[in-house]
């Protein structure tokens, strides 16, 4: 029986004819066929959207030319709602400019706490690294969500190493 099951599976599979995609390549331009064809179709293809579509794209642009920042994470180093809460921060964020004057510092106002935030950090692991680096100082910071700066494209050493 099982003999038999073997040979019918083979015999089907022998007697199937084999089919391979008739996909031929246009040696002038070096496109396949269905490609060309796709081409064509597209050239032909008019497009009928209402004006107020291209006004709210555009719109869109300039509101993101404005905002000059992205999705990212900062370190939280201080928050409170006491009644000295501003001068409080205000402190802290001096104290960490003096230790490391190299990281950015931010002080907000997030009814009803006022905060300091650190840092433009593109992903998670970036705000890690320096949570490690300031963890003697600042070992209950943490990280969060927050709209960051955009980074310099250039640093001053690359700018340097233009110049001379």
């Known amino acids: 029986m099982r003999y038999l099951c073997s040979f019918i599976f083979l015999f089907v599979i022998l007697c199937l004819p084999g089919h391979a995609q008739n996909d031929t390549l246009n040696l002038n331009t070096g496109l396949s066929d269905q490609t060309a064809k796709m081409e064509e179709l ?3 293809l008019q497009i009928r959207q209402d004006p107020r579509i291209t006004d709210l794209l555009v719109r869109h642009s300039q509101i993101n030319q404005r905002k000059r920042s ?7 180093i201080f ?9 409080m921060a205000m402190r802290v964020r001096n104290e ?15 009814t009803p706490n006022f905060k300091v935030r650190i840092g433009n950090f593109r992903n998670k692991s970036e705000a890690l690294k320096t949570k490690a680096y300031i ?6 910071a943490f990280i969060v969500k927050d709209m960051i700066r955009f980074p ?5 050493s690359v700018e340097q190493s233009e110049e001379q």
């Open 96 to 110: 960490f400019n003096l230790v490391f004057p190299d990281i950015p510092s931010y002080l907000l106002f997030q």
């Open 79 to 87: 928050f409170s709602s006491e009644n000295k809460a501003r001068e």
């Open 42 to 44: 597209l050239g032909k």
């Open 135 to 140: 963890a003697s100082k600042y070992p209950n």
């Open 152 to 156: 310099d494209l250039f640093t001053e």
């Open 70 to 76: 992205t999705e990212g994470f900062r370190l939280e």
